[in-house]
Nanobody
Framework: QVQLVESGGGLVQAGGSLRLSCAASGLTFSNYAMGWFRQAPGKEREFVAAISRSGARTKLVDSVKDRFTISRDNAKNTVFLQMGSLKPEDTAVYYC????????????????????WGQGTQVTVSS
């Protein structure tokens, strides 16, 4: 069965950094575009970052594009979100997601297009 397991979340002071990891199993990882979403208390889940099957194409939401980086290691079935210059407004549960794309190498930014989701990892940024 497909599993996506996030790790790396925690408590960090404003201005600090965290690297989130998402380990995938039960799927052919290289056939999936991957993404990160987040959900803050009282808010809807929102798109943060996405990466194509090969890693050649990436997309970041404007509010984080100068601070975050998404990457993947297909040999390790893992996608990463490197977060720097963290702000209190980055506080949220961060979710990893996978979207099957057999014959196209492009990122996916719409949450409705994702097939599988992880359980989430909490990121809390204090001021």
């Amino acid at each position: 069965q497909v599993q996506l397991v996030e790790s790396g979340g925690g408590l960090v002071q404003a201005g600090g950094s965290l690297r989130l990891s998402c380990a995938a199993s039960g799927l052919t990882f290289s056939n999936y575009a991957m993404g990160w979403f987040r959900q803050a208390p009282g808010k809807e889940r929102e798109f943060v970052a996405a990466i194509s099957r090969s890693g050649a194409r990436t997309k970041l939401v404007d509010s984080v594009k100068d601070r975050f980086t998404i990457s993947r290691d297909n040999a390790k079935n893992t996608v990463f979100l490197q977060m720097g210059s963290l702000k209190p407004e980055d506080t949220a549960v961060y979710y990893c997601a996978a979207a099957q794309r057999w014959y196209i190498d492009h990122y996916v930014s719409r949450r409705e297009e994702y097939d599988y989701w992880g359980q989430g990892t909490q990121v809390t940024v204090s001021s």
